[in-house]
């Protein structure tokens, strides 16, 4: 399984980036697809996540109203789109999937076994 996520890069705050991730080796259309984040000195934490079924999208607090998760499964392509960046969005972005995790551990990042490489956002103030 390969995880290739891009789209990272450095952007004022109040701007947007759009980050995408194309997934091979899996089953994607049926695959919980997610991103998770990690700021420096601080805990990996759940961004965004679709359900396996795809009908159902998981956002943390911290970005609900700013973030949009979607997916082009004829692309086996996931995608973050994010507005209103600040500061604290500063992190290293990772895409997740996995066919077995189920929705009560979409947010867990231990429940995922395959990850991208990460690509790092920087928003300036």
């Known amino acids: 399984v390969q995880l290739q996520a891009s789209g990272g890069g450095l952007v004022q705050a109040g701007g947007s980036l759009r980050l995408s991730c194309v997934a091979s080796?899996?089953?994607?259309?049926?695959?919980?697809m997610g991103w998770f984040r990690q700021a420096p000195g601080k805990e990996r934490e759940f961004v965004a996540g679709?359900?396996?079924?795809?009908?159902?999208?998981y956002y943390a607090d911290s970005v609900k109203g700013r973030f949009t998760i979607s997916r082009d499964n004829a692309k086996n392509t996931l995608y973050l789109q994010m507005n209103s960046l600040k500061p604290e969005d500063t992190a290293v972005y990772y895409c997740?999937?996995?066919?077995?995790?189920?929705?009560?551990?979409?947010?867990?990042?231990?429940?995922?076994?395959?990850w991208g490489q990460g690509t790092l956002v920087t928003v300036s103030s």
């Open positions: 080796g899996l089953t994607f259309r049926t695959s919980v």
């Open positions: 997740v999937g996995d066919p077995t995790v189920i929705t009560s551990t979409i947010g867990l990042s231990s429940a995922y076994h395959y």
């Open positions: 679709f359900s396996r079924s795809g009908n159902t999208q």
